[in-house]
């Protein structure tokens, strides 16, 4: 190829590159609009600085992501070769230019990202989710609760194989729904009986491993009215599926008077459906494969319901 | 003194016997392990099935949720264990002595050891479906406590053998590790300077030494679980005083890197590939090559990743982040120089080829999704959900095993010395291509709408996506028909390959198809030039077109 040829032919592959390029800018862009609605809805203070992070990490993978298959496609379409053309092609071992520069851009654009996220963990830490973790102590556990250094609300969640309990030590309340009050901060105190879970509410963005033999605490503040899903997370055993809870967000009366109306309530068992579901397997005449038995439905005021409509 | 016949006459083929024994030839070893690996590939296929089904209505229905748990459990061990590193070791088998003219293995015995230890194993494992109370149900991490509770007490139980046997499967690697490394460091043909070296080679090196390094941690982690789940100590019984934490930092020490073992080599094949299929040399051949000990070197840093919320402190969170992200830039070096190889080339859409491409696409999509993992907050969300899910099978389906198959296509012709055919392996190319996606796209979205991993039943809101996800597994499993069709019928009844049919450079190809139990034996050609010299027009070896004549003169003969 001769240079004036390939002078003659550089100005409309740059045009037309360009043009290639913005189309792809705006796509990624759309993109980025569109990942807002791949998530649940935001329902703490967490979810739209995690959300706004992935929007822009979607862009960029998009833009990425259509650059690669953009020359997949380009050489697939033009550069195949004729069907009895058995030639090799043009030679061209390297470019040393070409490797500095994209080693360089994904740095630069990695390291960007991260300098990101790291300022946005810092806010979501002086927002909240941000756990202390303390070996467990059984006096304090006895004892109660010391009261200093405490958000408005304190809720102690104790996770188990597999049933969830909610307990409001300020008010002598237990549950197996969770109640809190909306845009009011509230830590809660994780601990397992028996193995690892998972406090996991996605429409809080929030997700934390309990681990038996330690209080985790952790601070979340719900911003929305409405009922979510509480899941574990971490795989817990034969009724991992199934150990879920319902969390209803509400105004603050509205908690208030659900908190009063709960410490009046005589103890009942809780919610458990591994607890049925253990006994209906067990009648069976071959019950199958081992499993450890559920522990039994704990003791609460209010069991709640785990089958009402949820919005995430 | 006999004067020798020339052509020299052609051997006697070997029997199928030797596929059955003890054999220390590489090349026997190499395809013993690959049709193991496609065995146990068939079963964890299987199981996946009944995951799929099951998931493919809210309840759970299809199968106990005990069950359940046992089946996915032994579906990941299968895949991982007995399918991915042992179909890797037969591929290091057959390329690294043929690709460095070397006869065989340096340690031919203890490659043999090696290859015998995972039917051992397999069988381990298998029979742990048929032990009272089930195979192991703890998930392939086997995380402690629920790994170390033993509902019925019994001294032999389903985790206690997967411990056992994924013990021995680190043995096994270990050995192989050994050797692997050992032949590429010592056993070089005259002239193959590391420089000089098959990028396959060098990606095999550093994925061999990420074994080294890394399985180690995983054997004592499994010995310590076990010595827990079998003779009640405490390393990570929290009531006595241990930590089950810990657990999972010597599980992810070498449970992450083990993923750089998977696709390390399987870099190696796109490399290899590329540039046949393309009539180009690989671009920029020095940093394709060093760019795999600079994996390596962050692979080995980037555990704690696995693990942001089960309880680590936030400059941690954030130093392990920095070190994922990193490891973004040797990949991509990798990734821009496949492109350039293929840029203005002429390009030949066989089988291995659209494997390659496949797997190429897949995985720059298993890069994004890796990315957005690797940012904290973005983690807390989806971790433990069916994005992670999503994002490993791209990784692992979508790009390693595709390019595990466009490896099988490119080098049948050498090592069974028969071509396979076009036209199924398009076919399976397609459905395969096809039901990936179909089967792996959906745990996205699913996993950004917060359904956990390890489910037996979900909550109906996430029951389309399922849906489009099982039909995608059903189509996946159908298209390991016509790969298997393919395999047998040209095994049996393929058309004979000549020594080159890909028209390729590298020493392997210089060989007869098969090639002879030593290899090149006593006339080891030596290597003059860099490899992937497409259009140079540059001689690999010494006295090149006299090999290639001897070569063709042969198979006129025969």
Partial sequence: MTSSSTRSINTPAVVGLSVWVGVMVLISNWMGQQAHRWLPVQASTAAPLVDDLFSFETAIGTFVFLGVVSVMAWVMLFNRAEKYDDSDAVPIEGNTKLEVIWTAIPFVLVMGIAFWTIRASEELGTLGPMEHIHPRNPVEEVGGYTGDRLPKEQVEVIARQWSWEFRYPGSNVSSTELHLAVDQPVTFRLVSEDVLHGFYIPAFRVKQDVVPGRAIDFNVTPTREGVYRLRDSQFSGTWFAANQSDVVVESAEEHQAWLEQASRAPLQPGLSRAVSEYATRQARSNPGWATVPPAPPPQVNVPGSSSQPHQA | ?558
């Fill in chain 2, 1 to 558: 003194m006999t004067i020798a016949t020339f052509p020299p006459e052609p051997k006697p083929e070997p029997g199928w016997g030797r596929y059955f024994s003890f054999c220390t030839d590489a090349k026997v070893i190499g395809i013993q392990y690959i049709v193991t690996a496609f065995f146990f590939f068939l079963i964890g296929g299987l199981l996946a099935m009944v995951i799929r089904g099951e998931l493919i209505t809210p309840e759970s229905d299809l199968v106990d949720r005990a069950v359940y748990n046992g089946i996915y459990t032994m579906h990941g061990t299968i895949m991982l264990f007995l399918f991915t590193f042992p179909v890797l070791n037969g591929l290091n088998n057959l390329l690294i002595p043929t690709m460095i003219g070397a006869p065989d293995m340096a340690f031919p015995r203890l490659n043999a050891v090696a290859f015998w230890l995972v039917p051992i194993f397999g069988f381990l494992l298998m029979a742990s479906f048929f032990v009272p109370g089930g195979p192991a149900y703890s998930g392939w991490w086997s995380y402690p406590p629920v790994s170390i509770q033993n509902p019925l007490g019994n001294l032999i139980n389903g985790q206690g053998m997967w411990i056992t046997a994924v013990a021995l499967s680190g043995v096994s690697s270990i050995m192989g590790a050994i050797n692997f490394v050992t032949t590429i460091l010592r056993m070089r043909a005259p002239g193959m300077t590391l420089f000089r070296m098959p990028v396959f080679c060098w990606t095999a090196l550093a994925a061999q030494s990420l074994q080294l390094i890394g399985l180690p941690a995983l054997t004592g982690g499994a010995i310590m679980l076990l010595m827990d789940l079998t003779f009640g100590t405490s390393f990570y019984r929290p009531e006595g005083g241990g930590d089950p934490v810990l657990y999972q930092h010597f599980f992810w020490f070498y449970s992450h890197p083990a993923v750089y073992v998977i696709i390390l080599p399987v870099f190696g094949i796109f490399s290899e590939l590329f540039p046949v299929y393309s009539r180009k040399p690989l671009f920029g051949y020095v940093y394709v090559a060093l760019a795999s000990f600079i994996i390596v070197g962050l692979g080995l840093i980037v555990w704690v990743h696995h693990m942001f919320p089960s309880g680590v402190a936030q400059w941690m969170r954030n130093l392990f982040m920095v070190t994922t992200m990193l490891i973004a830039v040797p990949t991509g070096v990798k990734v821009f120089a496949w492109l350039g190889t293929l840029w203005g080339g002429k390009l030949r859409l066989t089988t291995p080829m659209l494997f390659c491409l496949g797997g190429l696409f897949n995985f720059v999509f298993a890069g994004i999704t890796g990315i957005m993992l690797a940012t904290v907050p973005v983690d807390i969300h989806v971790s433990n959900t069916y994005f992670v899910v999503g994002h490993f099978h791209y990784v692992i389906y979508g790009a390693a095993v595709m390019g595990i198959f466009a490896a099988i296509y490119h080098w049948f012709p050498k090592f069974i010395g028969r071509m396979p055919y076009e036209g199924l392996g398009k076919l399976h190319f397609l459905l395969t291509f096809v039901g990936a996606n179909l089967n792996f796209l959906p745990m996205h979205p699913l996993g950004l709408m917060g359904m956990p991993r390890r489910v037996s039943s979900y909550d109906p809101e996430f029951t389309f996506w399922n849906v489009v996800a099982s039909l995608g597994a059903f189509l996946l499993g159908v298209s390991i028909i016509p790969f298997l069709l393919n395999m047998l019928s040209a095994w049996i009844r393929g058309p004979k390959a000549t020594h080159n049919p890909w028209n390729a450079i590298g020493l392997e190809w210089l060989l007869p198809s098969p090639p002879p139990e030593d290899n090149f034996g006593e006339d080891v050609p030596t290597v003059i030039s860099r490899p992937y010299g497409y259009g140079t027009g540059q001689p690999l070896v010494e006295h090149q077109d006299e090999i290639e004549r001897r070569l063709e003169l042969q198979e006129a003969a025969a």
